[in-house]
């Protein structure tokens, strides 16, 4: 039995990986997926840590899986990085990136370009960096040590690939913040504000809002503190025994998106 209300169900909020794909490998057929959440009568909008690709990427990747959507209904943590950002500096200015294209491009669009003159620098953003090695770190260490703040994406330490779990993008905030004895601002998940940019956009409430994801400490722990009903799937990095020792409890724990569309489905019927 569910601890929520179906019926009062309006908007979905779905992570990437772990609940849609591994590694942009899809997690069953992604055009049925979406046509039940349409047929739910459900809006629904993606919400993901990963800060390496842009909107359009991911816009363009679904469409190849047979899925449309519209670029509101896509955000990740490098847009809710850039967003935090313009906020301190409305004007934009330098900053010392270390991550993949979609944070170089999102940061691109709210006028913050990317620089290592000390003078100029207002922040170092970390990000997942595929390329970071020992003189990135120094120099950032060094930034951040001469005052420049420090801004995490996220702190996912791993996410799922078909080989296993990767290194993430708290791998890279650990190594720079252990080099320069500051701890990082972090912006995505489990921090409210990319779910609360979700609601607006869904035009929901928490109340009303369901959250699919496959991380506790960030997905879940995040939708939780905003209190959006919860939904832990198993296709991605946690465990059975880590979801069911988890407190409070996600609302319904299945091992995919499908399964969980299918209580959903099935608690609208009774």
């Known amino acids: 039995m569910l601890s929520f209300d179906v019926s009062r169900l309006r908007g979905l909020i779905l992570d990437m990986d772990g609940v849609i794909w591994q590694k942009y490998q899809p997690l069953g057929d992604l055009r049925t997926i979406f046509e039940r959440i349409a047929a739910g009568g459900w809006r629904v909008i993606l919400a993901t840590n990963n800060s390496t690709q842009s909107p359009a990427n991911y816009l363009e990747r679904l469409e190849g899986f047979g899925v449309?959507?519209?670029?509101?209904?896509?955000?990740?943590?490098?847009?809710?990085?850039?967003?935090?950002?313009?906020?301190?500096?409305?004007?934009g200015g330098w900053v010392y990136i270390m991550g993949e294209d979609g944070l170089h491009q999102a940061l691109a669009r709210a006028g913050f370009q990317h620089s290592s003159v000390e003078e100029e620098v207002l922040a170092v953003v970390v990000g997942l960096n595929l390329g970071m090695d020992y003189g990135t770190i120094a120099r950032a260490a060094k930034l951040i040590r001469g005052g420049a703040a420090f801004i995490g994406t996220n702190p996912d330490k791993t996410?799922?690939?078909?080989?296993?779990?990767?290194?993430?993008?708290?791998?890279?905030?650990?190594?720079?913040?252990?080099?320069?004895g500051v701890k990082p601002t972090v912006i995505g998940k489990p921090q409210s504000g990319m779910y609360r940019v979700a609601l607006e956009l869904l035009g929901t409430s928490p109340a009303e809002t369901l959250v699919v994801g496959d991380r506790l400490e960030t997905d879940i722990a995040g939708a939780q503190k905003v209190g959006c009903h919860t939904a832990l799937v198993l296709s991605g990095v946690t465990s059975l025994k880590e979801a069911q020792s988890w407190s409070p409890k996600p609302n319904i724990i299945a091992q995919n998106l499908v399964e969980v569309l299918d209580v959903l489905m099935s608690a609208n019927l009774r």
């Open 68 to 91: 449309k959507l519209a670029p509101w209904q896509v955000i990740n943590s490098s847009q809710a990085t850039a967003r935090y950002l313009s906020a301190k500096h409305p004007s």
């Open 159 to 180: 996410f799922p690939t078909p080989q296993g779990l990767h290194p993430g993008a708290g791998v890279m905030l650990a190594a720079v913040e252990a080099a320069s």
